[in-house]
Every structure is written in C-alpha cells, then in structure tokens.
C-alpha cells in the first residue's frame, strides 16, 4: 500500500494550496480556472473543508459567502455567479428573476445541488477545535449565527422536496445529483424530450477539454437545458414543476447526505446550547435515513434511486448506492457495504490502477472509463467514502480509500476526475475540490 513520503507530503501540500490560492476570488473560490468560474454549491463545502486545515476564517468566509445566496425558500442554489464569464448557461439562461424567492444582491441558478455543507463546517468545527483560541471561537460563533440558516436549508429539501415524505429528496434535474450524465440518470432522462419551442444555444464546456468524449453528448446537453426552461416556465415554484416537469426522481445519496447533515447539525446545535430546531434536525435525519435504507436492494446490498414518475427503482451499480454508508443505521448493511466497496466490483476491481471508489462499478454494462460520471475516478467522491467510513467505525478501510486517494493525486495536477484503469487525468485540472480534499487527506 502507498504510504507517502514526508517529501510527497510537503509538496501536495503546497501544491494544492496554491491550486485553492489561484482559484481565490476574495471570499468565494471558483470551482475551476476556466471550465467552471463561479462558485458551486457543493463544490464550496469540500473548498470549505480543505482550506480550514490553512486557515478557518477563509473557509468559513467561503459558506457565509454561498449562504449570501440562499433562496427565500431556504433553497441554497447550485451555482452563486459573482462575475461575467464566457460559463453556459449563465445567467441569461436561468432567469431567476421570474423567482419571487430568488436572493438580492446576487445572481444564481435556480436549482440546488448536494447538501454536503453541514459536513463540511462539522469537520471546519473540528479543526477549529483542535487549534483552539481564536479559530475555535470564530468557527463555534459562526455555527449558533447560522444554525437557522442550514436548517432553512434542510427544511426546504425535507419539506418541498419530499412533500409526500417518502424520505427521499426529489431532484428536478440530474445536475441537482452533482452526477450530471451517471447512468443512474438514463431511464428518466429517456422521458425528457427537448420542445421545439427550446431557445437554441451554444454549448461553451467543450472549449476548456481536450476530447469532448470526456463530457456529456450533445443530445444529453439538449436535454439538460429543456429542464432548466421547465424550471423556468414553473418560476422555479416546486410544486409547478413537479406537475408540469419532466425530470423528477428520488435521490438517495442527496438523502443519505441530508440524513447525515441533520445529524451533525443536531450535535453542533446541542453542545452549543442551541435548542430550537434540534429536534427537527433530528426527525429530518430519521426520516431520510429511513429512505435510503428501505430503497436497498436485498439482492445488491445496493441502495436504489426512485423515480418518482413510474414509481420504480433505478438498478445502476453507481457509487450512489453506497448511501447507506453516508447516513448508517444499520450495523448488517455497513459491513456489507464495507465489503462490497473495497471488494473485486468496486475498489478491488483488478484493473485499476488505483483502488479508488469509481464513479460506476467496472463490472457493470454501463461502465464507461473515459466519460463523466459514467465510471471514471473522482477524488472527492473517494473522500466521502473514507469519510463515511471512518464515522462508521471503519478506520483501517477508510484509511486505505485515504492512502490511495492520496497515491492518484501525488502528481499534484489535481484534475477534475481520472481514467480509472490507466489513471490519465480527465477534465480541468487545477480543480479546487480535488485540491481541498488533498489538503484534508494529508491533515
Ligand atoms: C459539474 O457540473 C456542472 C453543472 O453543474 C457542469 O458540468 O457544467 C459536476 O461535476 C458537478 O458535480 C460539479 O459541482 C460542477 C463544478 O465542479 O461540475
């Protein structure tokens, strides 16, 4: 197993953090230099996590920034656009002026991502903790002044995304997933079918990559854009849209992330002495883990999406199906997803060339090893599986996840996602989440 070497170590260090020093716009850090200039969502919170182990008011800086965009609703948006950029679609395209509940002062896409963000600031709380002083004060201030602003966030997904309380969080668009193009996504995308009323566009993405092989196809794009003028002509209300939209599916690693969040944002709230909103953190936590854990597939040990227009699960084997590990309550299952993840389908396939969660099993039909999130490698997702891990007792797989995550980044180029069977960088490089979790990794 890699073990890297107090030479490896300085220099990712120094590396990422002039990667994440690079991509520093004052008080948010954009996502990449080029392909994505602006500040998205769940991006931030792994940015967050990375740069506390430098410096906690800038990584605490970095939330208080993307919570400036936070929807009346308590929606925290997707992407937080803080300047004019060649990024499409921007801000033209969304429209969110038709949104009574959309934030002044600063434009945003009208659709959310992963709610990673509470985990983010519990790990920005630890650090802060350990260094104590006043890092310890600033970050334990910063939890009670915005305590209802993430359950404003919680509530919103716990509310109008799942007002039939399956315990699943609806998603209106596979962008919401944070996994735009994943096989999970095929069969209710097979339902959307661009209108010939679509204002036409042009994609940018394709400029900032080397193959276009690597990003979604062009049909799959058509597709993302006619929902987003669903969204649109639904003035971004949920309940317009789920009636008129064509997208709208049960997401269990968005519920497994909120279960996980509402649990960590009920502790933060009690050892500070907060007492509104613990109890319904901690019914939100309860009802989402519920979910994640009834859309198991007995056979698979995997946990399902459902979509919510046929009534049916989704068998993908994707990394997704690893929820239960991201929000636990069953000690059976966590073994055996344990097991399964570091086994010959998932990290152990023989050939990769790093055990590293890939984003689709090797194994499966729909493994594709250059494009996306269809297969290929991304290092933040390999983080949230060590992290699950260890907070599930797990530490001797969590830490082999860690070692290996750290052996594909020591060539410091910190793409955006790798070929996972002959480790070739794919997509941006110098991609600031990559960056961070490096930094968290070596912490
Ligand atoms: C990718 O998504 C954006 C759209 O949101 C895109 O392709 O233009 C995804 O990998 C997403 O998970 C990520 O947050 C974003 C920025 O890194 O890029």
Not at 174 to 187: F, H, I, K, L
Request: glycine residues 8%; negative net charge.
């Amino acid at each position: 197993m890699y073990q890297p070497t107090p030479n490896d170590i300085a220099l990712m260090a120094g590396r990422a953090g002039y990667v994440l020093k690079g991509n520093d716009r004052g008080r948010f850090t954009v996502a990449s230099p080029t392909l994505y200039p602006h500040m998205w969502s769940w991006d931030a919170g792994f940015v967050a996590l990375g740069i506390a182990t430098v410096s906690v008011p800038r990584a605490l800086d970095e939330l208080r920034t993307l919570l400036g965009g936070q929807w009346t609703t308590g929606m925290i948006p997707h992407i937080l656009f803080h300047s004019p950029s060649d990024y499409f679609p921007d801000p033209d395209r969304w429209r969110t002026q038709v949104a009574a509940a959309r934030p002044a002062g600063v434009l945003t896409s009208g659709i959310t991502q992963p709610p990673i963000h509470v985990i983010a600031l519990s790990r920005i709380l630890h650090d802060a903790r350990r260094k104590g002083g006043a890092d310890q004060e600033l970050a334990e201030a910063f939890v009670v002044e915005t305590f209802p602003r993430w359950l404003a966030w919680h509530r919103y997904l716990a509310t109008a995304r799942d007002p039939y309380a399956h315990g699943l969080v609806e998603i209106h668009h596979g962008w919401e997933s944070g996994m735009d193009d994943s096989p999970r996504w095929d069969a209710p995308y097979a339902q959307v079918h661009p209108g010939p009323d679509m204002p036409p566009f042009v994609r940018r993405d394709l400029a900032h990559v080397s193959d276009p092989s690597q990003r979604p196809s062009d049909g799959e794009y058509a597709k993302y854009l006619w929902l987003v003028e669903q969204k649109v002509r639904a003035r971004y209300d949920d309940a317009a849209y789920r009636a008129t939209g064509d997208f709208v599916v049960g997401d269990v690693l968005v519920s497994a992330l909120l279960a996980a969040a509402s649990d960590l944002l009920a502790d933060m709230g009690s050892e500070l002495g907060i007492v509104d909103g613990v109890e319904e953190s901690r019914a939100i936590a309860r009802r989402f883990r519920t979910g994640v854990l009834r859309s198991v597939d007995p056979g698979t040990g995997l946990a399902r999406d459902l979509d919510l227009r046929t009534g049916r699960y989704l068998d993908v084997d994707s990394a997704a199906g690893f929820a239960p590990l991201v929000c636990g309550g069953d000690e059976a299952l966590i073994r055996r997803q344990r097991d399964l993840l570091l086994g010959p389908r998932w990290c152990g396939h023989s050939r990769l060339r790093w055990p590293v969660v890939p984003s689709v099993s090797p194994a499966s039909p729909h493994f594709r090893e250059r494009t996306y999130w269809r297969g290929p490698q991304w290092p933040v997702l390999n983080w949230l599986m060590a992290w699950a891990l260890n907070r599930s007792g797990e530490q001797e797989a969590a830490n082999a996840l860690r070692l290996a995550g750290l052996a594909q980044l020591v060539e410091c180029d910190f793409a955006e996602y790798y070929q996972p069977i002959t480790g070739e960088q794919l997509g941006s490089r110098d991609q600031s989440w990559t960056a961070a979790i490096a930094l968290d990794f070596l912490a």
